[in-house]
């Protein structure tokens, strides 16, 4: 399996080398230089499988060369060993036709922990060979930085730069990043948007003041994360009928990696008879898949903080797709996306569906759930259920939404809609009694290079 740029302009790579790069040279995304495909009969026997099996089995398909199924099956073990719940991405069923598939029961309370304990044993693994210290450089809105962080925290041979924005993440997200004092993790808080964090990670991949250091990547611009995450479409999936019956999803997202895994299930062959795109009011997704309006807006902070994002890194694998693979058409919208702030797209491809949901519709959804089935909801999983709900599907496709984050990582929402107060799990109840450490830095390139080569490992 080799990995190609999406801007065609970068060598290609094989699975090893592409997990530790993070972003191509030409600042485009790594994808594989073609989509494996499984039978009906593949997918069917994934269903005698749990999910460290299924993860392995999977993710095989696109580290042939590297590693293995069987050099896969202890790393996914180990990956997914500390999760409390023995399914890892259990389904909760709501009525007769709508699903919670509960991405939240890694260490850190959401479903960034699924990919990122895989990808930290991975770094680890391909590290093991090459003793030259990798700088990971990474922005978060909330989950991926204290997930990244905990995956991350006290290996040898990584340090760990994580950017939030300051003010804009809730405080169980903040202090799950800023209270891990392991000396190789470093948490910067900007004065600026998860758009400027995630735009400041991109320059320092181009940056020449930073050619020295051997960079690495932990958001889902890594193309090893977002191969995690297509495990657990399949493994839903086959639980609910897959290959015989279609399955869709409704995902919450602001950066578009998590439904874009979903698409790639489906080129794979999963039967995904919708992948349903809910955003808040931060909505250039929406407005792209339902008028072809791919522009920046303003960031408008919100209950939601995870998906208070204007410009969706990941969305530029699927124009990859959507322009037959050719990296230098995709090239020149990415240059006139910068330059401009804006495109105009081609109708988007029949299996998305789009919704746009506003506080109002949130409160309602997590009340839904607690009323209708006694499961109290963070309001990323409110916004993907109520899209969810709204949604124009034949009545006999199951309906599954992905509960991204445990309620108690947002209490005050929770407890604003629901008047519950959901408590913090005994694994991290003493959350709020542990000293912090972080750095506040302003919103530009210069400041967080200065730090980052103050503080980085050589």
Known sequence: MRYVSTRGDAPALDFREATLAGLARDGGLYVPAEWPRLTRGEIAALAGLDYPATAARLLARFSGGVLDEDALQPIARAAYARFAHAAVTPLVQLDARHWLLELFHGPTLAFKDVALQLLGLLFERFLGADQAPLTVIGATSGDTGSAAIDALAGRAGIEIFMLHPQGRVSDVQRRQMTTVLAPNVHNIAIDGSFDDAQALVKAMFAAPALADLRLGA???????????????YFHAAVRLGAPERPVAFSVPTGN???VFAGYVAACMGLPVARLIVATNVNDILHRALSQGDYSVGT??????PSMDIQVSSNFERLLFDMNGRDGARTAAQMAQFAATRRLALPPAPPLFASARIDADDMALAMRWAQDAAGQLIDPHGAIGLAAARAADLRRDVPVVTLATAHPA???????????VRPPLPARVGDLFARAERCASLPATLDAVIAYVREHAAR
């Open 256 to 258: 578009f990696g998590d």
């Open 299 to 304: 960031v408008t902070p919100t209950a939601a």
């Open 409 to 419: 990582k947002f209490r005050d929402a929770v407890e604003r809609a629901t008047g």
């Open 218 to 232: 932990v958001n889902s611009i890594n193309w090893a994360r977002l191969a995690a995450q297509i495990v657990y």
